[in-house]
């Protein structure tokens, strides 16, 4: 008797489950697509250190997946609770005709475990065929192989989410008997005639509060953008966080409170249509839902920021590994070693007397007397880079040194300056396939592209504050502005300067600072260049064999950095938007519960429109304006916090993500949250619908 009762309640009340079963397929969909990783980088053809690299975003994903979980599973507990509440009187008829609370704890103990099936299954299967697609999306973002698709499906994967949501869903079940066993019959028969208390709050302390809020916010946002230079400690982001939570808890508070009265005041407004209805059932809301709200509005904050900036810096990566890497490998060693020094913690260095000869020789010459075959590379190109303590970056900077350390007290500003003849940085710049320049015997030029350091140079440049002295000779800048260019391959945009000067340039032999070499693989495939690849990384025999000897020959590899880059790009990538989307998912739930509660609880005002002479299709505009708006202000609080916060994130990964790679991005999160959010959005309004609809 109590499973037939169980599933015809279930068919009778398909309607109400929409949203909870929506978020359960979802969670369900989503935990299994990112659980399975593990299983789809077995048919990756990818190098070793890039599988490394996924070993790392399963395992971190895997520890994501707990974080996950317990957001899932409160959401759940949340969803059913509403679906708990909205079934009082149902239950409270039950009891009249005799049913004790065991029993109906038995049925709804049933119809949790129907529901949980059917979404684990249906949730599984969605997430199985989409998981391919994320195969596609990994061998893209690696660059792999894809020979061997096929289609895949892990068992581990599905094994822990069914274990996982199993766990839940007991959660769930010990919830609704705790909450039957509660119940009191005078109670569940009133349900449908109790509404909560609403407390209308004074209109004039309502906008003092919303104005003290709203710049409370604006202090948060100067901190983090304009003033963020002196965040430069963890502890100092502390503060505007909960400046940005405080404003925002004000912001809601105040908004039920003066927002009715000031549209009161239009009365063009107010009393047109259905819109006096309307506000006060906003207004309501408002008043009722404030912590919620503003926990919705943080939730979608992070969504937006997380997907935009971790998208942003995917692109940025993306974009300069092919710009920043033109060649396969840079090796370069320190010049001209003394026989011993004091660092700059007091202690003493000393060098032997080979490791002083070989500073002296050319990379190219150590490689070949430690065994390399240097056929195996071809395009070589090696040029001195030369430093003097006659220029330093303090020395650069001259007055403006003061406002260039308050912005970067970390940076050590006796540091010698980078010198390369012009004729050199030609050779490889030619090589590179960048611009090349031209020097009068009386000029230097400054190239950079770390855009926040070439801000502060061109500051001095501009204002005429550029001469440099080398070795008794003046030199002057040939342009007001810092030039594009560099010598190092890298992931982005990382050269912090460097000063070119004429060939003419009397540089003593003992400035010459280091060797710095650049060149190709001398091969036509990519299992040839990985071959030689192997001859420079760590363990080689090649590289022993100067390690051994104390030699200090140091480099970098195209095949590195993509690697290094590409995997860093995912699993940021990855995990953005698996926490982007789950709290995505969390606050349109959310929001979309608290509406059909509330259409629940107020099914008897729109008895009375429809009284008074409103028609359904009045009735249905002043809902769907209704859900509009609640649905409306915290993402319009959180498209706020977001512009600010994203603009905070790409300081805080300068020279990794640029704001020009922001506007795809964004075109992304609006993508990806317009679907997610619209799906929400149209399942709350035909519910409601339903919910109020004649009967």
């Not at 299994?32 to 996924?54: G, H, P, R, T, W």
């Not at 500073?359 to 150590?366: D, G, H, L, N």
Request: charged share 20%; proline share 1%; glycine share 6%.
């Amino acid at each position: 008797m109590l499973f037939k009762l169980s599933v015809k309640n279930m068919q009778k009340s398909i309607k109400d489950y929409a949203i909870y079963f929506l978020t359960l397929v979802l969670g369900v969909a989503i935990f299994y697509m990112f659980n399975s990783l593990d299983s789809q980088q077995a048919m990756l053809q990818v190098s070793q250190s890039q599988k490394e690299i996924i070993k790392l975003m399963i395992s971190m994903l895997g520890m994501v997946s707990v974080f996950v979980a317990i957001i899932l599973g409160l959401l759940i507990v949340y969803a059913n609770n509403f679906l708990i509440n909205r079934r009082k009187k149902e239950f409270g008829i039950y009891m009249t005709l005799g049913m004790g609370k065991r029993q109906i704890s038995k049925i709804i103990l049933l119809e949790t475990i129907f529901v949980g099936i059917i979404s684990l299954v249906v949730g599984l299967v969605i997430g199985i065929f989409v998981s391919q697609f994320m195969s596609i999306i990994v061998a893209k973002m690696f660059e792999a192989n894809m020979s061997e698709f096929k289609f895949v499906f892990s068992k581990d994967a599905c094994i822990k989410t069914c274990i996982y949501f199993g766990i839940m869903y007991i959660a769930v079940m010990f919830f609704n008997t705790m909450t039957v066993s509660r119940y009191k019959l005078i109670n569940l028969l009133n349900a449908t005639k109790k509404n909560e208390e609403i407390k209308m709050r004074n209109p004039i302390l309502s906008i003092l509060v919303f104005f003290i809020s709203a710049s409370i916010l604006g202090y948060a946002y100067w901190k983090v953008t304009a003033d963020f230079r002196s965040m430069d400690k963890a502890v100092k982001l502390l503060p505007p966080i909960l400046m940005g939570i405080t404003g925002t808890l004000g912001i809601f508070w105040s908004l039920s409170g003066f927002i009715l009265r000031i549209v009161q005041i239009m009365k063009n407004i107010y009393l047109k249509g259905t819109n006096m209805f309307v506000l006060r059932q906003i207004n309501n809301k408002i008043n009722t839902t404030v912590i919620s709200m503003s926990v919705i509005c943080l939730m979608l904050f992070m969504t937006i920021t997380i997907l935009s900036s971790s998208l942003a810096l995917r692109n940025t990566l993306e974009r300069g590994l092919v710009e920043m890497t033109p060649v396969d490998i840079n090796m370069y060693k320190t010049a001209n070693l003394p026989e011993s020094y004091i660092n700059r913690l007091g202690n003493k260095v000393t060098y032997s007397k080979e490791q002083q000869e070989d500073s002296r020789i050319t990379v190219k010459e150590t490689l070949v007397n430690n065994g390399l075959d240097i056929n195996v590379l071809k395009d070589v190109i090696e040029i001195p880079i030369y430093a003097t303590n006659d220029i330093t970056l303090e020395k650069f900077f001259g007055s403006e040194i003061e406002n260039v350390k308050q912005l970067y007290a970390m940076m050590d500003y006796s540091t010698p300056e980078e010198i390369i003849k012009i004729s050199d940085y030609n050779k490889i710049a030619r090589l590179y396939g960048i611009e090349q320049y031209e020097l009068n015997d009386d000029e230097y030029i400054v190239i950079c592209n770390f855009d926040n350091i070439a801000s502060l140079r061109n500051q001095v440049l501009s204002i005429g504050e550029n001469k440099l002295t080398i070795s008794g000779k003046q030199y002057k800048s040939k342009y007001n502005e810092c030039k594009n260019g560099f010598i190092e391959i890298s992931t982005n945009h990382t050269n912090t300067g460097i000063i070119l000067v004429p060939d003419s340039c009397a540089l003593a032999e003992e400035s010459k600072e280091k060797s710095f070499l650049v060149a190709n693989y001398n091969a036509k495939t990519d299992e040839e260049k990985e071959k030689i690849e192997e001859l420079f990384i760590d363990g080689s025999t090649i590289i022993k064999k100067l390690s051994d000897k104390g030699l200090n020959v140091t480099g970098i590899s195209k095949i590195s950095i993509m690697d290094a880059s590409v995997g860093l790009a995912t699993i940021i990538t990855f995990i953005a938007i698996y926490l982007g989307i789950i709290f995505l998912i969390a606050s349109a739930a959310i929001l979309a519960l608290k509406q059909l509660t509330e259409s629940s609880d107020n099914k008897q005002r729109y008895e009375i429109l429809r009284k008074i002479g409103c028609d359904e299709k009045m009735i249905s505009k002043a809902l769907f304006r209704q859900i509009g708006i609640f649905f409306g202000l915290p993402l319009i609080l959180a498209i706020i916090h977001s512009l600010f916060g994203i603009q905070f994130v790409l300081e805080m990964l300068s020279g990794l993500a640029e704001k020009k790679e922001l506007l795809p991005s964004i075109i992304t999160t609006i993508i990806i949250m317009g679907i997610i959010y619209g799906v929400y959005f149209l399942a709350t309004y035909f519910g409601s619908k339903n919910i109020i609809k004649e009967e």
